[in-house]
Nanobody, 123 residues
Framework: QAQLVESGGGLVQAGGSLRLTCAASGRSFSNNGMGWFRQAPGKDREFVAYISWNGGITKYADSVKGRATISRDNVKNTLYLQMNSLKSEDTAVYSC????????????????WGQGTQVTISS
């Protein structure tokens, strides 16, 4: 059974950076698209970034474009999200998703989700 485990969250000052990691186990996702989502308190979950199976295509939400970089290491079965110039509105629980596809201008998530990692930005 596939399992996704996120790490790297924490408390960061505004303007700072962090890198989130999503380690997959139980099966390989090297042939699948993967993505990051986030959910802030009282808000719906929102798409953050997508990466194709070989890393050749990446997509970002407008809110993080230019500040976030999604990447993956298929040998390690791991997904990453580097975020810079963090803002208070980036505060959320960040979750990774695997097995999805990018279709018609949006990422359609797959069935595999991690439990999430809390990111809190202090101003």
């Amino acid at each position: 059974q596939a399992q996704l485990v996120e790490s790297g969250g924490g408390l960061v000052q505004a303007g700072g950076s962090l890198r989130l990691t999503c380690a997959a186990s139980g099966r390989s996702f090297s042939n699948n698209g993967m993505g990051w989502f986030r959910q802030a308190p009282g808000k719906d979950r929102e798409f953050v970034a997508y990466i194709s199976w070989n890393g050749g295509i990446t997509k970002y939400a407008d809110s993080v474009k230019g500040r976030a970089t999604i990447s993956r290491d298929n040998v390690k079965n791991t997904l990453y999200l580097q975020m810079n110039s963090l803002k208070s509105e980036d505060t959320a629980v960040y979750s990774c998703n695997a097995g999805g596809r990018y279709d018609d201008g949006r990422y359609v998530p797959g069935p595999s989700w991690g439990q999430g990692t809390q990111v809190t930005i202090s101003s």
